[in-house]
């Protein structure tokens, strides 16, 4: 229990951006590192070009699989305003399914920050939703369910791209960035009222633009892109969404991995 304990903990630490320990067992797949560390820079291309081709089939089937996922998540929200059937009602923030309230999990923090005090309906969507991603792997909403994780994958393609023609140099950030966002996002809600980082968020900006059209904000989320295609790869995703930092604490303690 104490090394469980433990473990849990040194995740939760990295999560909110410590560098991970050197474990003191050496693992079945770390002895595999050291030993194409060890073999000729050939063959270590050839065993990684051999790697890279039997998992391709598996990697982009498991990729189709959350696109599709995720589309259709996001266009049940479409279809269910514009045909007005209230199937999904509101957004990927805050909605209803079939009557059930739902509500992200960063979205309930600060509201309750915002407003200081705890409403019933709030309570009820954010127990659900929470209890659903501790069964399925809380980071996995950012991949199979968050529309700018997708917008941001393919960003990603591009930037990967320059790199490798050598037109652009990647720009990595301290990690423990976003835990300094969430914590500033947390005291903006607490000491200003608003829900300050649901304005800004390019998940729920995207979500409503998807739903009930276009608007202004979208230029925010064309900069953020912009910036991950030529400066550093998903930036917003790595190192300042609370959303995902949120999640990934819930998907610590999850049963399943997807």
Same mark, same amino acid.
């Given at each position: ?90 957004? /990927?923030?805050?909605?209803?399914? #079939?009557? =059930?309230? $739902?509500?992200? +999990?960063?979205?309930?923090?600060? !509201?309750?920050? @915002? ?61 423990? /960035?976003?835990?300094?966002?969430? #914590?500033? =996002?947390? $005291?903006?809600? +607490?000491?200003?009222?608003?829900? !300050?980082?649901? @304005? ?59």
């Amino acid at each position: 229990m104490h090394v469980l304990t433990r473990r849990f903990l040194e995740q939760i630490l990295v999560m909110f951006g410590r560098e991970p320990k050197k474990p003191k067992e050496i693992t079945e797949q770390a002895l595999q590192v050291h030993v194409l560390k060890r073999t000729t820079l050939k063959e270590n291309l050839q065993a990684a070009l051999a790697h890279a081709e039997a998992h391709r089939k598996t990697s982009r089937k498991w990729r189709n699989r959350r696109w599709i996922t995720l589309i259709l998540a996001n266009l049940l929200f479409v279809v269910s305003f514009y045909f007005d059937i209230q199937i999904l009602e509101g957004a /990927l923030t805050a909605s209803r399914f #079939i009557g =059930f309230h $739902l509500i992200d +999990l960063n979205s309930a923090l600060q !509201v309750m920050l @915002a407003h200081k005090h705890i409403i019933t309906n709030l309570v009820i969507g954010t127990a659900t939703v929470f209890v659903f991603w501790l069964i399925f792997g809380g980071r996995s909403f950012c991949s199979w369910v968050c529309p700018y994780h997708l917008l941001a994958e393919w960003a990603e393609s591009i930037h990967l791209w320059l790199v490798r023609e050598k037109l652009v140099i990647d720009q990595p950030v301290d990690r423990r /960035l976003r835990t300094v966002f969430w #914590i500033v =996002f947390a $005291l903006l809600a +607490l000491v200003t009222g608003y829900t !300050v980082y649901e @304005a800004i968020s390019p998940t729920g900006i995207v979500s409503r633009a998807l739903i009930y059209g276009p608007g202004v904000a979208l230029l925010w989320v064309l900069a953020l892109l912009v910036f991950e295609v030529f400066f550093s790869r998903r930036a917003w995703c790595r190192y300042a969404c609370p959303i995902g930092l949120t999640y990934g604490v819930v998907g610590i303690f999850t049963p399943l991995r997807i």
